[in-house]
């Protein structure tokens, strides 16, 4: 079914960057049609397989939700029970599934930019969306971050996003940073100073939590990744680290009366996020997961429809 709204180009969906704010808008404005039920898709005759090499609850299983509200066929894909085992590349796994008739191949994949072989190989004729690469990129969480924020706000311009934790280590931070400065928001960022990446200094200034937290509409936290941190037990205890840093309830108590809370959990309750805080007023950490199945429905329908 047409959806008759205009489509975005380009057969990838790698980095929001790739996007003007004009699109972008696009895409959020196609995310909430599709959570109303004013747009459709009904892909019946496509396929997807979702590759995922790092673990992932809520990008996989919100892809495959929104493959199969789309109508598409979708194929199971373990990498450990494929050939990749033997020593198969990526490459020639995508371009196996792209041979057997394979449209569209979502990849998290812990290598940063692992699509640049793939999208430069010439006729290429499936989609490939980035699930997250390595520390890189995570653009349809950022989508589903704007869709989210759009939600409650009706704009982004002039926005006080404060983001908070793991920065060096998250592609979320660093997806978000990007694209909510060229949305006209003014970014925060919070946490531990050594955790800071310097690369991101020209979207916003380091700023201590307790600075902020009563000028921030939207504060976005991020997990720490224990699993890219070698000592962090002797750097802090959970209760160091919330104390320190993270979103206390004496701390929820001093935000603006619409400000909001994010996460794009696995949330480590009691370390970022004081546990009783997950499901507050203001936490928007469930609807996120929700819009995600929205905006993913976005994102396929502007790489397959043809019109
Ligand atoms: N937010 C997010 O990417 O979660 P998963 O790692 O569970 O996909």
């Given at each position: 079914?047409?959806?008759?709204?205009?489509?975005?180009?380009?057969?990838?969906?790698?980095?929001?960057?790739?996007?003007?704010?004009?699109?972008v808008h696009t895409l959020i404005d196609h995310s909430l049609k599709f959570k109303?039920?004013?747009?459709?898709?009904?892909?019946?005759?496509?396929?997807?397989?979702?590759?995922?090499?790092?673990?992932?609850?809520?990008?996989?299983?919100?892809?495959?939700?929104?493959?199969?509200?789309?109508?598409?066929?979708?194929?199971?894909?373990?990498?450990?029970?494929?050939?990749?085992?033997?020593?198969?590349?990526?490459?020639?796994?995508?371009?196996?599934?792209?041979?057997?008739?394979?449209?569209l191949v979502v990849i998290r994949h812990g290598q940063e930019a692992f699509y640049e072989e793939l999208i430069h190989t010439p006729g290429l004729n499936c989609s490939?969306?980035?699930?997250?690469?390595?520390?890189?990129?995570?653009?349809?969480?950022?989508?589903?971050d704007l869709m989210t924020i759009y939600e409650e706000f009706k704009t982004f311009q002039n926005l006080k996003i404060a983001i908070a934790g793991d920065i060096r280590h998250s592609r979320v931070?660093?997806?978000?940073?990007?694209?909510?400065k060229k949305l006209g928001?003014?970014?925060?960022?919070?946490?531990?100073?050594?955790?800071?990446?310097?690369s991101l200094q020209t979207y916003g200034?380091?700023?201590?939590?307790?600075?902020?937290?009563?000028?921030?509409?939207?504060?976005?936290l991020l997990r720490v990744q224990h699993e890219r941190h070698s000592n962090l037990e002797q750097v802090f205890s959970k209760e160091d680290y919330l104390k320190k840093y993270g979103l206390t309830?004496?701390?929820?108590?001093?935000?603006?009366?619409?400000?909001?809370?994010?996460?794009?959990?696995?949330?480590?309750?009691?370390?970022e996020i004081a546990t009783e805080l997950v499901e507050c007023q203001r936490s928007r950490i469930f609807k996120q997961m929700e819009n995600g199945v929205y905006a993913r429905m976005a994102i396929i329908d502007s790489l397959l429809n043809e019109h």
């Open positions: 079914m047409k959806n008759g709204v205009q489509q975005l180009e380009g057969r990838h969906f790698l980095t929001l960057n790739d996007y003007t704010p004009d699109q109303l039920g004013k747009l459709t898709a009904q892909f019946h005759d496509r396929y997807a397989v979702n590759l995922f090499f790092e673990d992932s609850t809520r990008t996989h299983k919100s892809f495959e939700m929104a493959e199969r509200k789309s109508g598409m066929q979708v194929l199971d894909f373990s990498p450990e029970t494929s050939s990749i085992k033997k020593g198969e590349s990526l490459y020639d796994t995508v371009k196996t599934f792209e041979a057997i008739g394979v449209d490939i969306v980035n699930g997250g690469d390595g520390a890189g990129q995570h653009p349809s969480q950022s989508l589903l931070a660093k997806s978000n940073a990007q694209i909510l928001a003014e970014i925060y960022f919070t946490g531990p100073e050594e955790w800071m990446d310097a200034t380091h700023v201590e939590m307790d600075a902020l937290i009563d000028k921030v509409d939207v504060l976005m309830v004496e701390r929820e108590r001093r935000m603006n009366e619409k400000s909001i809370i994010m996460h794009p959990a696995p949330v480590n309750r009691g370390v």
